[in-house]
């Protein structure tokens, strides 16, 4: 994997790791996960839920690389990007703007 010395041409890379739907339908199950279990931490003040959360994210979104897409999670090498990856990745899809912004990190990437 290369060295990415920022968070843009990272996300493009992340993008590209991300390219079977059912890779990234088990990432948007995770994220959605770890969102309600940070919503029942806080509303019944109880911390154990965000280990759930965490368990459940990266447990789906590492089934997915492991077992479909057969590749590295960029986690183990950027864990910091490759969590705001993730969300910026699921709010991009929510929103429908993904397969624009995957085309164009495509693009990007096989530019010579």
């Known amino acids: 994997m290369a060295r990415y010395?920022?968070?843009?041409?990272?996300?493009?890379?992340?993008?590209?790791?991300h390219s079977q739907p059912r890779t990234r339908a088990l990432h948007y199950i995770g994220s959605s996960l770890g969102i309600a279990a940070l919503i029942m931490a806080v509303a019944q003040r109880q911390p154990l839920w965000l280990l759930a959360?965490?368990?459940?994210?990266?447990?789906?979104?590492?089934?997915?690389?492991?077992?479909?897409?057969?590749?590295?999670?960029?986690?183990?090498t950027y864990p910091l990007w490759s969590f705001v990856g993730d969300y910026h990745?699921?709010?991009?899809?929510?929103?429908?703007?993904?397969?624009?912004?995957?085309?164009?990190?495509?693009?990007?990437?096989?530019?010579?």
């Open 89 to 112: 990745m699921f709010t991009l899809w929510l929103g429908g703007r993904l397969a624009k912004r995957r085309a164009a990190a495509e693009q990007r990437l096989t530019r010579p």
């Open 53 to 76: 959360g965490v368990i459940a994210g990266y447990g789906c979104a590492w089934i997915g690389h492991f077992f479909v897409e057969k590749n590295r999670p960029a986690t183990f």
């Open 5 to 17: 010395t920022s968070y843009s041409a990272f996300f493009d890379f992340y993008l590209s790791e």
